[in-house]
C-alpha cells in the first residue's frame, strides 16, 4: 500500500521555539494532504487540510499562526508550531490521499511533540 | 454537523470473534472507514466501505454496513493477542475531503 513518511517520530523542545514536522508520500503524490492532532486516549481531531500549492484551510479553534503549513510539492507538506508552548504538547498526524485513486487516505507514524 | 460514536471498550479472548460497533451520522457519507492504531504508532487502513455495498469480507476482517441505520461494525475472526490496538472507525465528510473519526475503541486480548 501506499506510504506516507512522517518526521520527526519524536521532538522534545523548549518553550519559545519553533518545531516543524514534514509529512511526505512516498510513492504517490498528494494534492491534499491533513494535519490532525491527538491528545492521550482521544480521538483524532482534524487541524487543517494542506493544499498543495495554495493556503491552507484551518479549522475552527485553530491558529493559523501558531500551526503554519506549508505544501510546496506534491509530495511534502510541513506543519511548523511555532513559539510553542507546554499546551502545545500532543501527537500530530499527517494523512495523504492519493491523486489517482482518492479513495484512501494514509497516515503518516506519528510525531510525538513535548514542549517543556 | 456529523459525528461517529463508539464504545470505548471491548475484551476478548484469544481465538474468539471481536466485533466493534460504530454509528455516525451524515447520511451523505460515501466512503466509511477502519483504521488501527498501536500504542505510540500512527493510523493502519484495515479495511474501507463504499456506502452502497452493506458487506465486505477480507480475510479475518469482516464489514457489515447498515446504511438505513447507519451503523458500521468490523468482526474480526479468530482474535489474536496481536490485534490488541485502539480501533478507529472514519467516515468521509460532507465536502468528500478530510475524515471524521470516532473515538476509537480499545480492543484487549487476553491468552
Known amino acids: 500500500g501506499a506510504v506516507v513518511s512522517q518526521h520527526p517520530s519524536w521532538v522534545i523542545c523548549k518553550s519559545g521555539t519553533s518545531v516543524k514536522i514534514e509529512c511526505r508520500s512516498l510513492d504517490f503524490q498528494a494534492t491534499t494532504m491533513f494535519w490532525y492532532r491527538q491528545f492521550p486516549k482521544q480521538s483524532l481531531m482534524l487541524m487543517a487540510t494542506s493544499n498543495e500549492g495554495s493556503k491552507a484551510t484551518y479549522e475552527q479553534g485553530v491558529e493559523k499562526d501558531k500551526f503554519l503549513i506549508n505544501h510546496a510539492s506534491l509530495t511534502l507538506s510541513t506543519l511548523t508550531v511555532t513559539s510553542a508552548h507546554p499546551e502545545d504538547s500532543s501527537f500530530y498526524i499527517c494523512s495523504a490521499r492519493d491523486n489517482v485513486g482518492y479513495t484512501e487516505a494514509f497516515f503518516g507514524q506519528g510525531t510525538r511533540l513535548t514542549v517543556v | ?111
Open chain 2, 1 to 111: 454537523g456529523e459525528d461517529v460514536e463508539q464504545s470505548l471498550f471491548l475484551s476478548v479472548r484469544e481465538g474468539d470473534s471481536s466485533v466493534i460497533n460504530c454509528t455516525y451520522t451524515d447520511s451523505s457519507s460515501t466512503y466509511l472507514y477502519w483504521y488501527k492504531q498501536e500504542p505510540g504508532a500512527g493510523l493502519q487502513l484495515l479495511t474501507y466501505i463504499f456506502s452502497n455495498m452493506d458487506m465486505k469480507q477480507d480475510q479475518r476482517l469482516t464489514v457489515l454496513l447498515n446504511k438505513k441505520d447507519k451503523h458500521l461494525s468490523l468482526r474480526i475472526a479468530d482474535t489474536q493477542t496481536g490485534d490488541s490496538a485502539i480501533y478507529f472507525c472514519a467516515e468521509r465528510n460532507q465536502a468528500g475531503t478530510a475524515l471524521i473519526f470516532g473515538k476509537g475503541t480499545t480492543l484487549s486480548v487476553s491468552s
